[in-house]
């Protein structure tokens, strides 16, 4: 018996593992979602900031809900983007990540959101798609992003 032999899956555009810096890469990733997003530009820049999990759950209020998965999150209030800690450029699973984060914030403004929430199925599927076109998936739970989209109030008990 044969084994199958391995796939090979070439990265139809590599550029971001060449970025020199977080401001080139951030540039070919917004290239990236020009031409696969109906999201615009957003005219304000975003900051972007590598930190720790202990300080996204101090300071920036990373609940324990949230779990060890978290691994960035998007502040509309100061246009920053925190990546957490560990993270690398060269890793596609953590550059998307970045990618999700930078379609929220071209989702600012885009349109009417009930809840924050209802911004993730379009994020998670761009990020999905970035991964897709590199021969990786995303490993995410679909039912728990459909009831976060829902926007439905988390405690059904009366009081």
């Known amino acids: 018996l044969g ?25 070919v990733l917004e290239d990236w979602l020009d031409a696969n997003s ?8 975003v900051r972007i900031e590598v930190v720790d999990r202990t300080v996204a759950q101090a300071q920036l209020g990373l609940s324990a809900r949230m779990g ?4 960035g999150l998007y502040d509309p209030d100061t246009a920053t983007i925190y990546l957490i800690a ?16 930078l379609v929220h914030h071209r989702q600012v403004g885009a349109r009417h959101w009930y809840c924050p929430g209802a911004q993730e199925p379009d994020a998670y599927a761009l990020q999905a ?6 021969g990786q998936e995303i490993a ?8 976060e989209a829902g926007c439905t109030p988390k405690d059904f008990h009366p009081d």
Do not use: C, F
């Not at 593992?17 to 540039?27: E, I, V």
């Not at 109906?38 to 820049?45: C, K, L, V």
């Not at 995410?140 to 009831?147: D, T």
């Open 38 to 45: 109906d999201y615009p530009r957003h005219d304000a820049p």
């Open 86 to 101: 560990p993270w690398s450029a060269q890793d596609a699973r953590d550059v998307s990540v970045l990618l999700h984060e």
């Open 68 to 71: 060890q998965k978290t691994r």
């Open 140 to 147: 995410v739970n679909r039912i728990a992003i459909a009831l």
């Open 129 to 134: 798609d970035w991964l897709a076109e590199r």
């Open 3 to 27: 084994h199958a032999a391995p796939v090979l899956s070439l990265d139809p555009a590599p550029e971001w593992r060449h970025a020199g810096d977080m401001g080139a890469l951030t540039a």
